[in-house]
Every structure is written in structure tokens, then in C-alpha cells.
């Protein structure tokens, strides 16, 4: 008989009870800061007409919070489809399909993608919860649960993005694995690759799970097999590019759209430290420059996302600590001239290893975890206030 992680005492009804609070809190505290940033602030922007010209995101302060940016690209696609528009083609299928077949029902697509990623970060934060139990204990789980939703960039996990979506999928096939549900860790790993780009680096987590098995397991090639699931959603919508005359690789050359350029990943470091170093010498220098701060934090994102490669190998089964390096090699190694490491913090949004490393530091002081979450609770309502305000974070 095969030794399955079990989940620590609990279960799913204080996982829910946990991630319903932590919701509720985190998403009133983006709705204020948005409503208040969105107020103050948009009168001076006037992105929404270079950005939305065909006005898919409502001018309403109530909807400010979630739904900027790449809510209108994701928001085109679910009304009208990819349409041979080829930069639409870096926006992955499955969140506009969803989002798009629910907008139909009920008659607007922004109210179905808020409820999509609405209830995708609610799983979200019970599988963490979940998760967190059998890699690390129940109090730790708690942990977890708040430093997701009170993640600064989780701004973004309930507005109209991807990113909720995606991270339950692999939360979900992560758990599926450690509990040796590998049929159900396959199709989600699969999903998972029709959601975003990414996708297909799911598939390093589970076979490293498969790998480093719990004592007195046994791997069985027929669990390894379950996992040949997760390419064919990447692999489906490169084939479906392919058939529309966009190309198979579409999602990728377009990048260069938005100044995208691929590089060795120590370049986009080397480029990111040094347009850091820049951006400190300009504030230093007594000049206020937007830019110079963005680059400086973003810098310092990276920082932290290096730590927590570095503490998910120490702490975690090691493919969790694997997973998470190769998401930031693939960051690092597409970076923007002007900005090398633009939209960092959303792709740290959904390195789940980092929370779960986080939780295991945090955990044991009170103090310094209540400052921690009070510190990420202001990052949080600041972003939130920029965003609905059309000012770009990440």
C-alpha cells in the first residue's frame, strides 16, 4: 500500500473559514483604497482613453479597483475573440473562455470576470491553506492564508486577470499531487497551461513531487503517466495559433510589442541591478523620478524572490524551491529596455513556494508577523489606490 501525505487536523471547513475572512478583509481594503485612489487620482491620468478607446472597462469608481490594463485585452477577447489581432494572442484562452461563456449567461462580461477571479482567489487561498498544513503544520497555514491576501501585487487577484485563476490551478494540482491524486494533478496542470504561458513549467513541479515522494512511497509509472497531461493545454492553443494563420509561437513573438526582448537570464539581471543603481542615485540625488523609485522596487522584488528560492529548497520538498527558479529565469530572461524587470511582482503573485516559505519564517513570532502583515496591508491599499487610478505598478 502507498504512504499519501496526510493534511494536519483541520480540514476543509477551517480552510474555508479561514480564506472567507481573509477575503472579505483584503478585497474591503482594495475596494476603499481603490474607490479613494480612483478619486483622487484619475482626474490627472486620462489613461482610460489611450488604454480603453472602446470603453469596456465602465468610468465608475466601484469597478476602478478591478478592472485596469489587461483587463480591457482579457475583456476583448472573452466579447470578441482573438479577431486576427495578434497581440491579443499573449493573453491566454481558458480565463476569457470562462469568463466570456459566463458573461453570456448572465450579460456582462467584466461582472463574470470579477466573478471568476473573485472565487478562484477565494480556492486559491483554501489551498494554500491546504497545502501549508501538510508541508509545514496548521499554524503556519493561517499564515499563509493572510500573507496571500495581503500581498501587495494581490491587487491583481481579484481584479479582471489571469493570475487568481492560475494560481488556484497550480495550487490545486500542487495538493493534488502530495495527496496522490494524480489523474486530477495532471488535468489541473493541463488547465494550468491553457491559462498562462507559464503553464507548462507546472509540469517541473509535479514530476518533482513525483520524485521526491514521502518516506515509504513508491513511485509508480502510471502516476508519472497522469502528468503527460499538463503540455496539451500549452501544446492545444499553440496548435489552434498555428491553424488561425497566427503561428504556433504567436504568444511569445508579440512580446516584442510591448518591448519584450529575450536575453540570457543573467543579462536581465545584470540590466535590472543596474537600472536599480541608477534609479537610486536619481532619488539620492534629490530628484523625483516615478520611474527611478519603480525600478529600485522592482529590484528588490527580485531580492526577495531570490531569498525565497533559496528558503523553499531549505524548508520545502525541493521541486517546490525548483519550480519558483525557473519562473523567475523565464522573467529575468524576457526583460524590457526601459524597465528590465517590469511586472515582476505579478509574476511573484503566483510563485506560491514564496508564501509558503514566508509563512514558515513568520510564523513563530507574533510580533514580527503582525508587523509584517500590517506593513503588506499599506503596500497592498497603495497599489490598489494606483492602480484604479490607471498608474501602472506591475
Do not use: K
Amino acid at each position: 500500500m502507498e504512504a499519501q501525505a496526510t493534511p494536519a487536523p483541520g480540514g476543509w471547513p477551517v480552510a474555508a473559514g479561514q480564506a472567507a475572512r481573509a477575503l472579505v478583509a483584503s478585497r474591503l481594503l482594495v475596494l476603499a483604497a481603490g474607490v479613494a485612489g480612483a478619486a483622487a487620482l484619475r482626474p490627472w491620468s486620462g489613461r482610460e482613453v489611450e488604454f480603453d478607446p472602446l470603453g469596456l472597462v465602465p468610468d465608475s469608481l466601484l469597478v476602478a479597483p478591478f478592472a485596469r490594463w489587461d483587463s480591457v485585452w482579457l475583456l476583448s477577447v472573452a466579447s470578441n475573440g482573438y479577431d486576427f489581432e495578434a497581440r491579443r494572442t499573449a493573453f491566454f484562452p481558458l480565463y476569457p473562455m470562462v469568463t466570456g461563456a459566463i458573461g453570456w449567461v448572465i450579460g456582462s462580461p467584466l461582472a463574470a470576470g470579477l466573478l471568476v477571479s473573485l472565487v478562484a482567489l477565494l480556492v486559491s487561498l483554501m489551498l494554500i491553506h491546504r497545502l501549508a498544513e501538510i508541508e509545514l503544520g496548521p499554524r503556519e497555514a493561517t499564515v499563509a492564508v493572510w500573507l496571500l491576501a495581503l500581498f501587495p501585487a494581490s491587487v491583481y487577484l481579484s481584479a479582471v486577470y489571469s493570475e487568481s485563476l492560475f494560481l488556484a490551478l497550480t495550487l490545486g494540482a500542487a495538493l493534488a499531487a502530495r495527496t496522490g491524486a494524480w489523474p486530477l494533478a495532471g488535468v489541473l496542470g493541463a488547465l494550468a497551461g491553457a491559462t498562462r504561458s507559464v503553464g507548462i513549467l507546472v509540469l517541473v513541479l509535479l514530476v518533482g513531487l513525483w520524485l521526491d515522494r514521502r518516506a515509504g512511497s513508491r513511485r509508480r509509472l502510471r502516476d508519472l503517466a497522469w502528468l503527460g497531461l499538463v503540455p496539451l493545454g500549452v501544446a492545444a492553443y499553440a496548435l489552434w495559433l498555428e491553424r488561425q494563420g497566427f503561428g504556433a509561437f504567436s504568444f511569445l513573438d508579440v512580446q516584442a510589442s510591448w518591448g519584450r526582448v529575450q536575453a540570457w537570464p543573467w543579462n536581465g539581471v545584470a540590466d535590472g541591478a543596474r537600472s536599480a543603481a541608477d534609479g537610486l542615485g536619481t532619488l539620492l540625488g534629490g530628484t523625483v523620478d516615478p520611474l527611478a523609485a519603480h525600478n529600485l522596487m522592482l529590484f528588490c522584488w527580485l531580492l526577495l524572490g531570490a531569498a525565497g528560492v533559496a528558503g523553499a529548497l531549505a524548508v520545502l520538498p525541493w521541486a517546490y524551491g525548483l519550480y519558483m527558479a525557473l519562473i523567475l529565469l523565464a522573467a529575468v530572461s524576457s526583460p524590457v529596455a526601459w524597465q528590465p524587470l517590469l511586472s515582476l511582482p505579478r509574476v511573484m503573485l503566483v510563485c506560491f513556494p514564496l508564501v509558503l516559505w514566508l509563512a514558515w519564517t513568520l510564523a513563530p513570532g507574533r510580533i514580527t508577523r503582525m508587523a509584517s502583515y500590517a506593513a503588506s496591508a499599506i503596500a497592498l491599499a497603495t497599489w490598489a489606490a494606483l492602480f484604479a487610478a490607471w498608474t501602472w505598478v506591475a
